[in-house]
């Protein structure tokens, strides 16, 4: 039976003061704009690094951890489009479970994305290591210098101020950067394959194709920056309020750029599998160790012009992806504002540009904070991209509770859901999961920490009772403190109490229990504000 009180699109509006900045925003994205703001989100930093490090985690056979990583992004992605194709929004993924689960969900969200604004911070960083070749005095090995952080710093103003102007021209800006992006892994991997070193038994050498086991194709994901270098695919997501007709250009946007990163990856992978030089390989795969993987393997092949090619590159990729980062930062923290984890005036558009100038300013500031206390891309990456993992999750669930609360399937909607969300939802549990007790131990807690900052921000502004809100969202809590708890007993980085494969199949059981717990609750909260 649908739920009266919730129809698909109107709930994008909330209150007049959110409907009317909502209104503000230029919806001029189609098809192409919107597959190259994804494109570009993925194909950042992780191509000039992601290779090495998924290469040091699981040896050949991180070939299959990207495979995997594309089947099970596309599936969740399929699930978010749902959401983006039916309530188009401006930050649509912070604005989502707030609408399905209530305050507390919604705050601790909004937390976990306010913090994962140091993705950004993580491709400025990327550029940094590289242009160090070039200026040895920006970089030492781990951290940013001080004439490093000068230079982040100018670079993070600089594509703010490209943003200011409206999203047509981000998004020409946006096309002609993609075009270069795709050009350059297609050259890098013809001529590390042309350099014609080693044949495919490389694949099979230093200890098998899976030297450190098949487990370690799980790990790849994460420690590898397998799932960070994937993971952009939702940024068209956050620009549906801006897209001219969301219903039909959403899944094919948002898949495209999956498949042409995904491939793009695999390419990449496979030739830098092949082109190590054998010298480099006395201590395995887990030995092989470069600053600047791609560009440093050049100049050890002797292909110079590659070298050149990929160092110019270097900049043009991450700061592609900083780029849109820096766009989809603003409608996160527009959509802050209309959630009221931040000030209001920050969901303020400007009326001449369509553009959320003052949540652009604030990401600023926040990006900088960012670059502050971390290290190397790596280092960033790390606890970034749980933080971001947090979004897939919870977004699974708000569209099975649409689904569950409307009891219909309207145009746009992507066939399947019913089966597709909890499996989704498992997907985006094992992907925290596999990051590992070692980064997960910091990442969970502070997310947790969006639980206290919840009591704080309702004593102003409480719809409805205390217990109720808490009975809402309890389902986050309690599954992030399980993860926590997983994770410190199972094999990856854990104490090994729970050894693998059974702590994953532990944390898949755990993760349906909660889903249809999240579902339920959801639901009764919807049936309760649609009530009132």
């Given at each position: 039976?649908?739920?009266?009180?919730?129809?698909?699109?109107?709930?994008?509006?909330?209150?007049?003061?959110?409907?009317?900045?909502?209104?503000?925003?230029?919806?001029?994205?189609?098809?192409?704009?919107?597959?190259?703001?994804?494109?570009?989100?993925?194909?950042?930093?992780?191509?000039?690094?992601?290779?090495?490090?998924?290469?040091?985690?699981?040896?050949?056979?991180?070939?299959?951890?990207?495979?995997?990583?594309?089947?099970?992004?596309?599936?969740?992605?399929?699930?978010?489009?749902?959401?983006?194709?039916?309530?188009?929004?401006?930050?649509?993924?912070?604005?989502?479970?707030?609408?399905?689960?209530?305050?507390?969900?919604?705050?601790?969200?909004?937390?976990?994305?306010?913090?994962?604004?140091?993705?950004?911070?993580?491709?400025?960083?990327?550029?940094?290591?590289?242009?160090?070749?070039?200026?040895?005095?920006?970089?030492?090995?781990?951290?940013?210098?001080?004439?490093?952080?000068?230079?982040?710093?100018?670079?993070?103003?600089?594509?703010?101020?490209?943003?200011?102007?409206?999203?047509?021209?981000?998004?020409?800006?946006?096309?002609?950067?993609?075009?270069?992006?795709?050009?350059?892994?297609?050259?890098?991997?013809?001529?590390?394959?042309?350099?014609?070193?080693?044949?495919?038994?490389?694949?099979?050498?230093?200890?098998?194709?899976?030297?450190?086991?098949?487990?370690?194709?799980?790990?790849?994901?994460?420690?590898?920056?397998?799932?960070?270098?994937?993971?952009?695919?939702?940024?068209?997501?956050?620009?549906?309020?801006?897209?001219?007709?969301?219903?039909?250009?959403?899944?094919?946007?948002?898949?495209?750029?999956?498949?042409?990163?995904?491939?793009?990856?695999?390419?990449?992978?496979?030739?830098?599998?092949?082109?190590?030089?054998?010298?480099?390989?006395?201590?395995?795969?887990?030995?092989?160790?470069?600053?600047?993987?791609?560009?440093?393997?050049?100049?050890?092949?002797?292909?110079?012009?590659?070298?050149?090619?990929?160092?110019?590159?270097?900049?043009?990729?991450?700061?592609?992806?900083?780029?849109?980062?820096?766009?989809?930062?603003?409608?996160?923290?527009?959509?802050?504002?209309?959630?009221?984890?931040?000030?209001?005036?920050?969901?303020?558009?400007?009326?001449?540009?369509?553009?959320?100038?003052?949540?652009?300013?604030?990401?600023?500031?926040?990006?900088?904070?960012?670059?502050?206390?971390?290290?190397?891309?790596?280092?960033?990456?790390?606890?970034?991209?749980?933080?971001?993992?947090?979004?897939?999750?919870?977004?699974?669930?708000?569209?099975?509770?649409?689904?569950?609360?409307?009891?219909?399937?309207?145009?746009?909607?992507?066939?399947?859901?019913?089966?597709?969300?909890?499996?989704?939802?498992?997907?985006?549990?094992?992907?925290?999961?596999w990051s590992g007790w070692h980064d997960l131990r910091l990442a969970l807690p502070l997310v947790l920490a969006g639980l206290p900052l919840f009591l704080l921000l309702r004593r102003d502004s409480a719809t409805a009772p205390l217990p109720a809100e808490l009975r809402d969202g309890a389902w986050l809590v309690v599954y992030l403190a399980g993860l926590t708890l997983l994770s410190w007993l199972g094999g990856f980085k854990g104490s090994g109490r729970l050894p693998q494969p059974w702590d994953s199949a532990a944390v898949a059981v755990f993760s349906l229990a909660v889903f249809a717990w999240a579902v339920a609750s959801g639901v009764r909260q919807l049936h309760r504000t649609a009530?009132?």
């Amino acid at each position: 039976m649908a739920l009266e009180g919730l129809p698909e699109d109107s709930m994008a509006g909330g209150t007049p003061a959110v409907a009317e900045q909502e209104r503000r925003l230029r919806r001029g994205l189609g098809y192409w704009g919107l597959t190259a703001i994804g494109f570009s989100n993925i194909l950042g930093s992780g191509w000039l690094f992601a290779a090495m490090y998924a290469a040091q985690t699981a040896g050949p056979a991180s070939l299959v951890s990207w495979v995997a990583a594309g089947l099970l992004s596309a599936l969740v992605a399929l699930v978010m489009v749902d959401l983006g194709a039916t309530r188009p929004e401006g930050g649509g993924t912070v604005r989502w479970p707030l609408y399905a689960s209530g305050r507390l969900v919604g705050t601790m969200v909004g937390w976990s994305v306010l913090l994962s604004v140091g993705g950004t911070a993580a491709e400025i960083t990327a550029i940094m290591q590289y242009a160090a070749h070039y200026l040895p005095g920006l970089y030492n090995g781990s951290t940013l210098t001080a004439a490093g952080l000068g230079l982040a710093l100018a670079l993070s103003t600089v594509l703010t101020a490209l943003n200011w102007f409206g999203v047509r021209l981000f998004a020409r800006l946006n096309n002609a950067v993609s075009v270069f992006k795709v050009i350059m892994p297609i050259v890098t991997v013809a001529a590390l394959l042309a350099s014609g070193l080693h044949g495919t038994g490389r694949l099979t050498d230093h200890g098998g194709f899976a030297p450190y086991g098949w487990s370690a194709c799980l790990s790849a994901l994460s420690a590898g920056g397998i799932v960070y270098s994937v993971n952009g695919f939702q940024a068209p997501l956050d620009f549906s309020g801006e897209a001219r007709d969301p219903r039909r250009t959403m899944a094919p946007s948002v898949l495209s750029g999956i498949a042409v990163s995904v491939l793009l990856y695999l390419g990449l992978q496979f030739a830098f599998l092949l082109a190590v030089p054998e010298s480099l390989l006395g201590h395995g795969w887990q030995g092989v160790d470069f600053d600047s993987p791609f560009g440093q393997l050049a100049l050890l092949l002797n292909l110079h012009w590659l070298a050149a090619l990929l160092y110019a590159d270097a900049v043009v990729s991450p700061g592609g992806s900083a780029y849109v980062g820096v766009a989809i930062d603003a409608r996160h923290t527009y959509a802050l504002g209309k959630n009221g984890l931040l000030p209001r005036w920050v969901m303020r558009v400007d009326t001449r540009f369509g553009i959320p100038h003052r949540a652009l300013a604030l990401n600023l500031a926040v990006i900088v904070v960012f670059l502050l206390p971390f290290g190397g891309w790596q280092n960033i990456v790390a606890v970034m991209g749980d933080m971001y993992l947090l979004i897939y999750a919870s977004s699974t669930v708000a569209a099975a509770v649409f689904r569950a609360a409307t009891g219909e399937r309207p145009a746009g909607r992507v066939p399947g859901l019913r089966w597709m969300a909890p499996v989704a939802f498992v997907v985006s549990g094992e992907f925290v999961y596999w990051s590992g007790w070692h980064d997960l131990r910091l990442a969970l807690p502070l997310v947790l920490a969006g639980l206290p900052l919840f009591l704080l921000l309702r004593r102003d502004s409480a719809t409805a009772p205390l217990p109720a809100e808490l009975r809402d969202g309890a389902w986050l809590v309690v599954y992030l403190a399980g993860l926590t708890l997983l994770s410190w007993l199972g094999g990856f980085k854990g104490s090994g109490r729970l050894p693998q494969p059974w702590d994953s199949a532990a944390v898949a059981v755990f993760s349906l229990a909660v889903f249809a717990w999240a579902v339920a609750s959801g639901v009764r909260q919807l049936h309760r504000t649609a009530t009132a």
